[in-house]
C-alpha cells in the first residue's frame, strides 16, 4: 500500500474501529474485577472473616493518613503508633470502601497494645452527610484492649450525649482514644465481624449489555440495599506462592536487561525497525501491566510498581543512550496552538453535557501538569517516536493512541477521549518534535473535564482498579 491517502484512508477505518472498541474493553474489564472482588469476599466470609479488615502499619492504612484530634501518627515495628501530643481525644479513621452493615457485621474486633490507662470509645455516621453518633468503651488499662466489641450492645448518644439506638450501618467509622500527654496506642489490627458464625452473603448476576460506567452505577444502586452483596459466581483463585507476583516483574527485567546489555556491547549498535519496535514494546509493557492490569488502588502491590518503574528506567536508558528521535520543548510557535484546540474542545464538551463548574485547587492542577509532561513523554517522546521511526506514520499514530487509551483502563469514557485526543497530538507531534504544547492541551483539557465533568457524565478521570471505587 503506497498511496499516502489510501493509507490515511485505512488508518481513520481501524481508528473508528478501535473507538467503538474500548467500551467493549473497559467493560470487559471492570465485569471481570467486580467478579473478582466478589469472589475475595465470599472467600473471607466462608472463613467467618470480611472484607471490611485492616492491618495498621503506616500512617496511610488509615484515613487521611493522620489521627484526628491531639494525637500524632508514627511507623513502629509492632504496628501503627497513635501518640497523644496534648490532653484531649485523638480519632482514628478505619478506611471503608463503601458502608457497611453493622446489623450483620456487628463485631469489632481489635488488637491494640497502650503504655497506659485510657478512656476510649467509637464514632459512626450511617452516612456521610448524617449526624455523629459515639459509645464509649470506658476506661480500658493497656492489657486490656485486644478484645471483640459487640456494637450493637454500646450504648449509642448523639453529640448533645441523647441516647439513639445503634447505628444500623456506617459510612464512616473512628477509634476513640483519650491517654494522657506522650502515652501511645499501638495499632495492629482490626476487622469487623459477624456475631455468630459463618456469614452467607446474597449473590447477584451482573446485568449483560451494559458499558464500565453503567455496570459501576448499577453495583453501586445494588449496594445501596444491600452493602453486603456480592456478584458473579467466581471462585477466589488459590493463594500463591509468595514468588509468583514477582515472576512477571523477573521476566520483564531479564528481557530489558538483555537488550540494554545487547545495546551496550554493539555500542549503541544502528536501530532497525525491528529494534525500535522491540524497544517501544518493552517501553510499554510495564506501565500497561500495571494500569490495565488493575494493579493501581488505594494500596499498590510492590510487584505492580516495580512493573511500571522498570518501564520507565528503561525509557530513560534509552534516552541517556541516545537511542531515541530527538525532540524539543515548545518548538515553533507559530504551530505551538493546534495542539491547544482540544482545550475549547473539551470546554465544548462541558457546555453540552456538563455541570457547574467546580475547579480543582491549583496544587491538584500543578499535579495534572507534571503527570501530563510525563505521559507525553513516556507515550509521544519515548513509545511513539520509535513506532514513528520504525513503521508508516498513521500505523505508528494509531498504535501511539490505542496505547495512550490503554493506559486509562478502565475507564470507557476517558479511554475513548484520549484515543481521540491523542490521534490528533501523535499527528501533530510527529510533525513537529515539541513535547510542551501537547502536555500543556493535555493538562489544561483533564482539569477542563475534572471541573464539568467528572462526577456526571464522566464518572471520574481515575484509572486502574481506582476507578472501582
Known amino acids: 500500500m503506497r498511496h499516502p491517502g489510501l493509507r490515511w484512508l485505512t488508518a481513520g477505518l481501524v481508528a473508528t474501529a478501535l473507538l467503538s472498541a474500548l467500551p467493549y474493553v473497559a467493560a470487559a474489564v471492570v465485569r471481570a474485577a467486580i467478579e473478582s472482588q466478589s469472589a475475595a469476599e465470599r472467600a473471607s466470609y466462608a472463613t467467618g472473616g470480611s472484607p471490611?479488615?485492616?492491618?495498621?502499619?503506616?500512617p496511610d492504612d488509615v484515613v487521611a493518613g493522620r489521627a484526628f484530634g491531639s494525637g500524632t501518627l508514627e511507623t513502629s515495628p509492632g504496628g501503627l503508633t497513635l501518640r497523644a501530643d496534648r490532653a484531649g481525644t485523638a480519632e482514628v479513621g478505619l478506611p471503608l470502601p463503601r458502608p457497611v452493615d453493622l446489623t450483620r457485621l456487628g463485631t469489632l474486633e481489635w488488637h491494640a497494645s497502650a503504655s497506659a490507662p485510657g478512656q476510649y470509645g467509637v464514632a459512626a455516621r450511617e452516612s456521610l452527610d448524617g449526624p455523629l453518633l459515639q459509645a464509649s468503651l470506658g476506661t480500658l488499662p493497656p492489657a486490656g484492649l485486644p478484645r471483640a466489641i459487640d456494637l450493637r450492645a454500646l450504648a449509642w448518644t448523639d453529640t448533645g450525649g441523647r441516647r439513639v439506638g445503634p447505628p444500623a450501618r456506617a459510612a464512616m467509622l473512628r477509634l476513640q482514644a483519650t491517654l494522657p500527654p506522650g502515652a501511645t496506642l499501638v495499632l495492629d489490627s482490626a476487622a469487623l465481624l459477624p456475631g455468630h458464625g459463618v456469614l452467607a452473603p446474597r449473590t447477584a448476576g451482573l446485568p449483560a449489555g451494559l458499558s464500565a460506567e453503567e455496570l459501576l452505577a448499577w453495583r453501586d444502586r445494588q449496594r445501596d440495599k444491600d452493602p453486603l452483596l456480592t456478584f458473579g459466581t467466581a471462585s477466589a483463585p488459590e493463594r500463591a506462592p509468595p514468588w509468583g507476583a514477582w515472576l512477571a516483574p523477573a521476566i520483564y527485567m531479564l528481557m530489558l536487561g538483555a537488550s540494554a546489555a545487547r545495546k551496550r556491547r554493539r555500542g549503541g549498535w544502528r536501530a532497525t525497525p525491528m529494534s525500535d519496535l522491540l524497544d517501544a514494546g518493552l517501553v510499554l509493557v510495564g506501565p500497561l501491566w500495571f494500569i490495565a492490569g488493575m494493579g493501581l488502588g488505594t494500596s499498590p502491590s510492590s510487584s505492580g510498581v516495580t512493573m511500571f518503574a522498570t518501564g520507565v528506567v528503561y525509557a530513560l536508558l534509552l534516552a541517556l543512550g541516545r537511542n531515541l528521535p530527538g525532540?524539543?520543548?515548545?518548538?515553533?510557535?507559530?504551530?505551538?496552538?493546534?495542539?491547544?484546540?482540544?482545550?475549547?474542545?473539551?470546554?465544548?464538551?462541558v457546555h453540552v453535557f456538563g455541570h457547574t463548574l467546580q475547579w480543582p485547587p491549583a496544587g491538584r492542577i500543578a499535579?495534572?501538569?507534571?503527570?501530563?509532561?510525563?505521559q507525553q513523554w513516556?507515550?509521544?517522546?519515548?513509545?511513539?517516536?520509535?513506532?514513528?521511526?520504525?513503521?508508516?506514520?498513521?500505523?505508528?499514530?494509531?498504535?501511539?493512541a490505542l496505547a495512550f487509551a490503554l493506559l486509562h483502563t478502565p475507564n470507557g469514557l476517558l479511554m475513548q477521549l484520549c484515543f481521540v485526543a491523542e490521534l490528533g497530538w501523535a499527528w501533530w507531534y510527529f510533525r513537529r518534535r515539541a513535547l510542551l504544547p501537547v502536555a500543556i492541551a493535555h493538562a489544561a483539557s483533564a482539569v477542563v473535564l475534572q471541573a464539568g465533568?467528572?462526577?456526571g457524565m464522566l464518572r471520574s478521570l481515575e484509572v486502574s482498579a481506582r476507578f472501582l471505587q
Open 327 to 349: 525532540w524539543r520543548g515548545l518548538g515553533d510557535w507559530r504551530h505551538a496552538g493546534w495542539p491547544l484546540l482540544a482545550i475549547p474542545t473539551a470546554l465544548a464538551l
Open 378 to 400: 513516556l507515550v509521544l517522546a519515548v513509545a511513539g517516536a520509535l513506532l514513528a521511526r520504525a513503521l508508516p506514520r498513521p500505523a505508528a499514530v494509531l498504535l501511539t
Open 52 to 58: 471490611w479488615s485492616w492491618h495498621f502499619r503506616r
Open 367 to 374: 499535579i495534572y501538569l507534571g503527570w501530563a509532561i510525563f
Open 453 to 455: 465533568l467528572a462526577g
